[in-house]
């Protein structure tokens, strides 16, 4: 069992900055799992923003977001975190922090445990 607790959003203006967190609960350890992150937009499915691999040595973002977000984590913190920056309209809507199970790292279906979401509101 994979434990994923989230915390940060909220309500920011356009081209202002927002950092999520997404913390590894029990014993489940950062160094063990490839952690993507994904948008679900009013209406809309659950989108890829981006992941980091199990080892933390890369990361890989949908091209909507290259640029503007990282992802990093935090081994004493045992925590994985998505920093955004300039932010836009479109970028609000719940973000998931979700552990790979397998396969692609782009697809929803390959991520088997999810946290509870956060809300990201950026008015124009």
């Known amino acids: 069992q994979v434990e994923l607790v989230q915390s940060g959003g909220g309500l920011v203006q356009a081209g202002g900055s927002l950092r999520l967190s997404c913390a590894a609960g029990g014993r489940t350890r950062v160094s063990n799992y490839a952690v993507g992150w994904f948008l679900q937009a009013p209406g809309k499915e659950r989108q890829f923003v981006g992941v980091i691999t199990w080892n933390g040595d890369s990361t890989y973002y949908a091209d909507s977001v290259k640029g503007r977000f990282t992802i990093s984590r935090e081994n004493a913190n045992n925590t994985w975190y998505l920093q955004m920056n300039r932010l836009k309209p479109e970028d609000t809507g719940v973000y998931y922090c979700?552990?790979?199970?397998?396969?692609?790292?782009?697809?929803?279906?390959?991520?088997?445990?999810w946290g509870q979401g956060t809300q990201v509101t950026v008015s124009s």
């Open positions: 979700a552990s790979h199970r397998l396969g692609t790292y782009d697809v929803s279906r390959n991520y088997d445990y």
